[in-house]
């Protein structure tokens, strides 16, 4: 550490395996002999894998430690990329429920990245989950597999948790004349799912139907609305139909 590497750096200017025999060794600056391998990501090289001994004896194992290196820094940049966009959408998701002026011109960018436009049926579905039942508590890993269920059942929509036992999905509705049994049966479906192949309960509901993206905060309001009185009314069911509740939830 804190020393110039003379071998890497004739690699790196390269741009290819450069190897260092015995004679070669003795000429540069705090080389042995053995073998340098550019490590590459995205078409460009991030730096140099040296190894020690006669470079013919460990080109093997070179390639092999290159390989490995550059599969751990996709695997890296993959897992950052997944956690920034859902740091995204969670930032979309809270600005959009909650009617945040100040986030505006942010959302405009985030819509853009999600393709979401701002004139088209959606509705916001609120999943709330029941930890409590399995050992796995509110981890993670636990979330973002619902995640992945959910925008995986409802093609074209995004979900993010807004706390530590709320996910919010924003339905893009499939048709303009969108109904009840559009997505009713795939609400169920999707739930005994979570139950199943995850292990956690959880209890949906679905908000209002909304031509225009400025008015998901409604949608959204009357989704937990629907929820605290599907809780109250039916609390051995799962999931919550707004369209199926409205006239009762009303007369309430």
Same mark, same amino acid.
């Given at each position: 550490?804190?020393? %110039?590497?003379?071998?890497?750096?004739?690699?790196?200017?390269?741009?290819?395996?450069?190897?260092? &025999?015995?004679?070669?060794?003795?000429?540069?600056?705090?080389?042995?002999?053995?073998?340098?391998?550019? %490590?590459?990501?995205?078409?460009?090289?991030?730096?140099?894998?040296?190894?020690? @001994?006669?470079?013919?004896?460990?080109?093997?194992? @070179?390639?092999?430690?290159? /390989?490995?290196?550059?599969?751990?820094?996709?695997?890296?940049?993959?897992? #950052?990329?997944?956690?920034?966009?859902? #740091?995204?959408?969670?930032?979309? /998701?809270?600005?959009?429920?909650?009617?945040?002026? &100040?986030?505006?011109?942010?959302?405009?960018?985030?819509?853009?990245?999600?393709?979401?436009?701002?004139?088209?049926?959606?509705?916001?579905?609120?999943?709330?989950?029941?930890?409590?039942?399995?050992?796995? $508590?509110?981890?993670? $890993?636990?979330?973002? =597999?619902?995640?992945?269920?959910?925008?995986?059942?409802?093609?074209?929509?995004?979900?993010? /948790?807004?706390?530590?036992?709320?996910?919010?999905?924003?339905?893009?509705?499939?048709?303009?004349?969108?109904?009840?049994? &559009?997505?009713?049966? =795939?609400?169920?479906?999707?739930?005994?799912?979570?139950?199943?192949?995850?292990?956690?309960?959880?209890?949906?509901?679905?908000?209002?139907?909304?031509?225009?993206?400025?008015?998901?905060?409604?949608?959204?309001?009357?989704?937990?609305?629907?929820?605290?009185?599907?809780?109250?009314?039916?609390?051995?069911?799962?999931?919550?139909?707004? &369209?199926?509740?409205?006239?009762?939830? /009303?007369?309430?």
């Amino acid at each position: 550490i804190g020393t %110039i590497h003379e071998g890497a750096i004739i690699a790196l200017q390269r741009k290819s395996e450069f190897n260092v &025999d015995e004679n070669q060794s003795k000429k540069l600056n705090g080389v042995c002999p053995g073998i340098n391998l550019v %490590i590459e990501f995205q078409n460009s090289v991030v730096g140099v894998i040296g190894v020690t @001994g006669k470079p013919k004896e460990v080109l093997g194992y @070179g390639k092999l430690i290159k /390989m490995t290196a550059e599969m751990m820094i996709e695997q890296e940049h993959f897992i #950052r990329e997944l956690e920034w966009n859902n #740091r995204i959408k969670e930032e979309m /998701m809270v600005a959009l429920i909650y009617n945040k002026q &100040d986030s505006f011109l942010l959302l405009e960018e985030y819509t853009k990245k999600f393709k979401i436009p701002y004139e088209h049926p959606t509705a916001i579905f609120i999943v709330e989950l029941n930890f409590e039942d399995t050992s796995e $508590n509110s981890d993670l $890993n636990v979330s973002n =597999r619902i995640i992945s269920l959910l925008e995986g059942t409802f093609k074209e929509s995004l979900a993010a /948790m807004i706390n530590s036992k709320t996910i919010v999905l924003l339905h893009k509705c499939l048709r303009s004349n969108n109904k009840i049994a &559009d997505y009713q049966e =795939r609400i169920r479906e999707v739930n005994e799912k979570i139950h199943t192949q995850i292990g956690v309960n959880a209890k949906i509901s679905t908000g209002k139907v909304y031509d225009k993206l400025s008015d998901v905060h409604k949608s959204f309001d009357i989704a937990k609305e629907t929820l605290l009185f599907g809780k109250k009314m039916y609390p051995d069911d799962n999931t919550y139909i707004f &369209d199926s509740l409205k006239c009762e939830m /009303m007369f309430s």
